[in-house]
């Protein structure tokens, strides 16, 4: 009779388990998240600053649309006269309160310099806050407007003076 109880007991423990795993492959497989549908690009500064590079999507990268894109970009430069070297993009967590977690947002969204976050007006500041998701409201409690106008501009005493040493 005792066997038969431990029989039923480990049953019940091989079910359990077997109700786990598959229920635990169910919730992995529908919590996906979606790509968001509309265009990061959609936010740009008001008066953008000269030399500040257009947000675009990740191009698709094979060596026809590569050789494309070269072959374009030196003629743009030669007969129109345009820059076709982005500029490099700033180390964003400089600013205090602004993670690696952050900058990626902010990077998605077509924000790589400070003087692309010093540029923005306040209607647009009410866009990015809206699209941080997890760091909603963080533009203005941190100050990263200000803190991205002292260092666009270079004033690095400035910026220590208000905002301490920079790391």
């Given at each position: 009779?005792?066997?038969?109880?431990?029989?039923?007991?480990?049953?019940?423990?091989?079910?359990a388990l077997?109700?786990?795993f598959?229920?635990?492959?169910?919730?992995?497989?529908?919590?996906?998240?979606?790509?968001?549908?509309?265009?990061?690009?959609?936010i740009a500064p008001a008066a953008p600053p000269p030399a500040a590079p257009a947000p675009r999507a990740e191009p698709h990268h094979d060596r026809?649309?590569?050789a494309a894109a070269i072959a374009t970009a030196d003629i743009a430069g030669q007969f129109l006269g345009i820059d076709?070297?982005?500029?490099?993009p700033d180390d964003l967590t400089r600013?205090?309160?602004?993670?690696?977690?952050?900058?990626?947002?902010?990077?998605?969204?077509?924000?790589t310099q400070y003087s692309q976050l010093a540029a923005l007006t306040p209607a647009q500041i009410?866009?990015?806050?809206?699209?941080?998701?997890?760091?909603?409201?963080r533009l203005r409690r941190d100050q990263w407007i200000e803190q991205a106008r002292l260092l666009s501009i270079g004033d690095i005493p400035g910026f220590e003076a208000r905002f301490g040493k920079l790391g």
């Open positions: 009779m005792d066997n038969y109880f431990l029989v039923a007991i480990g049953a019940v423990i091989l079910a077997a109700i786990f598959v229920l635990r492959g169910r919730r992995q497989a529908t919590g996906t998240i979606e790509p968001p549908t509309s265009e990061p690009s959609k026809v649309t590569d076709t070297t982005p500029n490099p600013l205090k309160g602004l993670g690696p977690k952050a900058q990626s947002v902010l990077n998605g969204l077509g924000i009410d866009k990015v806050d809206a699209a941080m998701g997890n760091f909603a409201g």
